[in-house]
């Protein structure tokens, strides 16, 4: 499989956690903390989408941060969305533990849907697929 189409599949998957965030903020009580690890998803998934557009093995890491300084060697743009990225960070692995976080807001919710469709519209101004 080329890594033309193995970057399809990243983006793909990061679209299919993207409509999950989305839909689960239609319901009366959303799970806010679940809106949120889909959008840590989202940004996850489209950098490793890049990384594997660009050759790259992506790394079996879930640090936003550390994903888009691994893009940023491929171009040096990515490095205008670490301080947006680094606020889904904690939702890759914190929120699905009890306890472990604070409580989520509607607003953060919100703002991490908004941030992970700016990732997403980032990374496709920057291939061509």
Request: net charge negative.
């Given at each position: 499989?080329?890594?033309?189409?193995?970057?399809?599949?990243?983006?793909?998957?990061?679209?299919?956690?993207?409509?999950?965030?989305?839909?689960?903020?239609?319901?009366k009580?959303?799970?806010?903390?679940?809106?949120?690890?889909?959008?840590?998803?989202?940004?996850?998934?489209?950098?490793?989408?890049?990384?594997?557009?660009?050759?790259?093995?992506?790394?079996?890491?879930?640090?936003?941060?550390?994903?888009?300084?691994e893009?940023?060697?491929?171009?040096?743009?990515?490095?205008?969305?670490?301080d947006?990225?680094?606020?889904?960070?904690?939702?890759?692995?914190?929120?699905?533990?009890?306890?472990?976080?604070?409580?989520?807001?509607?607003?953060?919710?919100?703002?991490?849907?908004?941030?992970?469709?700016?990732?997403?519209?980032?990374?496709?101004?920057?291939?061509?697929?």
């Amino acid at each position: 499989m080329k890594n033309r189409d193995v970057a399809k599949l990243w983006f793909e998957k990061a679209e299919n956690d993207l409509i999950s965030a989305e839909y689960l903020m239609t319901m009366k009580n959303p799970p806010l903390d679940i809106v949120c690890y889909h959008c840590q998803q989202t940004a996850e998934k489209y950098l490793k989408g890049f990384l594997a557009y660009n050759d790259i093995e992506p790394p079996h890491i879930h640090d936003i941060k550390l994903l888009i300084i691994e893009c940023s060697k491929i171009k040096e743009n990515f490095s205008d969305i670490v301080d947006i990225g680094a606020f889904l960070n904690p939702y890759a692995v914190t929120v699905r533990y009890p306890g472990e976080t604070e409580e989520i807001s509607g607003a953060d919710a919100i703002e991490a849907i908004d941030i992970s469709k700016r990732i997403k519209k980032f990374i496709l101004k920057n291939i061509k697929i």
